[in-house]
């Protein structure tokens, strides 16, 4: 299947491998191989994050809370897409986190925006098989993500019963589509807080979960439990 | 007097050298050859520099509150000499202000280096009529972080200092010096919302380019 790119005049010279796909909107930049996704610049849009649950605790953050204005990076971020939006193909990113305590997980936050195409994705929550996105845990479908460029809104899974995680173990969230976004491109943003330390990722393009090595920096997330 | 400050590690030493093989892969331009997105960063840690006891800041965007990510590694724009292997001279200059009436004694700039003389310049100019005017001082830095690190800085030292007002706008320019340099002024993780006014010289003198937003990420001190 071919990865449709930005072409770019300089970036011809400097991609290489870089081909030009019709319908991408302006400003959006794919790197090699698509996996990545970029605005050129941001919007300035500001959307505030949701307010947690009294008494809610984090599991897991890499988002950068000190910066209210700079919650994750507005401007790139992991490719997710459906088969049918206009990247021809699908990517649908998913990120290791290691529990931090016993917990019950009541809601994890995403920030993922959309590119273009229909505006929903699915969060997903997985047990650890192997170093993969094993057991579906939870699943909960978002619609009216931001705009790519904006920040700090996020997308919130929430389940009030919650989902018992153990300390030290592995899990993974994923961001993926449905038959409800067979056009969804969307880009899960990637933190600020830590540019050296990687998370184990995954991707689906279509044929199940497989390895897509150390996340540096890793897309941002955060996982909020009792 | 001019200080040359660089702060570089073997750990970025190894990656520019790995690099120069491939000088530019990895990085992507957007269409007009002036943004540059890596697809991951290295994972390499270089050290922010260690400001003068007393230093205070006058203007800074470095995420201090994070040390491992005082800016984003991997997003940002190409600073470049006309026989670069970009094609084209890109030089920015990003905009600030002091509140008060101050004496500049450092410049710090996230700069990256992707190809090339391994070698930018840091200026500081007046502004006249919202572009770059009179140069106020010029700091050469050489020995760049490569692509993708963090959080190393191009820093620009002098000790006798400049002096600025408060309040009245200034510039932080990038430039090169040699014409093959290629490097990568990233973008700031603090702030997604707010942009700085921008300038860019293509060869032609600087000319206002709107609000960058994030902003270029750099810091300015003084006393």
Redesign the interface.
């Known amino acids: 299947m071919i990865v449709k790119v930005l072409a770019v005049t300089a970036a011809a010279l400097v991609g290489g491998n870089t081909a030009m796909a019709s319908g991408i909107p302006a400003g959006i930049i794919l790197s090699k191989g698509g996996s990545v996704t970029s605005i050129a610049h941001g919007t300035g849009i500001y959307m505030p994050p949701p307010r947690h649950d009294d008494g809610a605790r984090v599991i897991f953050s890499n988002m950068a809370t000190r910066y209210t204005d700079g919650l994750y990076f507005c401007c790139s971020g992991a490719t997710v897409s459906a088969s049918g939006s206009i990247l021809n193909s699908q990517s649908w990113p998913a990120m290791q986190f290691t529990a931090s305590a016993n917990a019950v997980v009541t809601e994890f936050d995403v920030a993922v925006q959309l590119v273009t195409g229909t505006n929903e994705v699915d969060l997903n929550l997985y047990a650890d098989d192997n170093g993969l996105p094993g057991s579906l845990l939870d699943s909960v479908k978002v619609t009216g993500l931001p705009g790519t460029g904006s920040c700090c809104s996020l997308a919130v899974a929430k389940d009030k019963k919650g989902i018992p995680v153990t300390a030290g173990a592995h899990y993974w969230v994923a961001v993926t589509t449905d038959a409800s976004g067979t056009d969804t491109f969307a880009n899960w943003a990637f933190n600020t807080t830590d540019q050296l330390d990687a998370l184990p990722s995954a991707v689906n393009k279509g044929s199940g979960w497989v390895t897509n090595g150390g996340a540096v920096p890793a897309a941002s997330f955060a996982v909020y439990g009792k | 007097m001019i200080t040359k400050t660089i702060l570089v590690l073997a750990a970025a030493t190894f990656l520019a050298n790995s690099s120069m093989a491939a000088p530019?892969d990895?990085?992507?331009?957007?269409?007009?050859?002036?943004?540059a997105?890596f697809?991951?960063?290295?994972?390499?840690?270089t050290t922010p520099p260690v400001h003068e006891a007393g230093t205070k800041t006058l203007f800074s965007n470095i995420?201090t509150?994070?040390p491992?990510?005082e800016?984003?590694?991997?997003?940002g724009d190409t600073i470049s000499g006309p026989d670069s292997?970009?094609?084209?001279q890109n030089w920015a200059a990003a905009q600030f202000a002091s509140a008060d009436d101050a004496i500049v004694t450092e410049i710090d700039v996230a700069a990256e280096w992707a190809g090339g003389t391994n070698e930018i310049t840091i200026n500081l100019y007046a502004d006249k009529g919202g572009v770059p005017g009179k140069l106020l001082k010029t700091f050469k830095a050489t020995g760049l972080e490569g692509v993708s690190t963090?959080?190393a800085f191009a820093v620009g030292k002098d000790k006798t200092g400049i002096a600025i007002k408060g309040g009245r706008p200034y510039w932080v320019a990038l430039t090169t010096g040699d014409p093959d340099t290629f490097a990568i002024w990233v973008?700031?993780?603090?702030?997604?919302?707010?942009?700085l006014p921008l300038a860019g010289n293509t060869g032609t003198g600087w000319l206002a380019a709107g609000?960058?937003?994030?902003q270029l990420s750099f810091g300015v001190f003084g006393k």
């Not at chain 2, 697809?39 to 840690?45: A, F, I, M, N």
């Open positions: 530019i990895g990085i992507t331009l957007s269409e007009d050859g002036r943004t997105v697809s991951e960063s290295s994972g390499y840690l995420g509150k994070y491992k990510g800016y984003f590694c991997c997003f292997v970009v094609g084209s963090c959080c973008d700031n993780s603090t702030d997604q919302i707010h942009g609000y960058q937003i994030p």
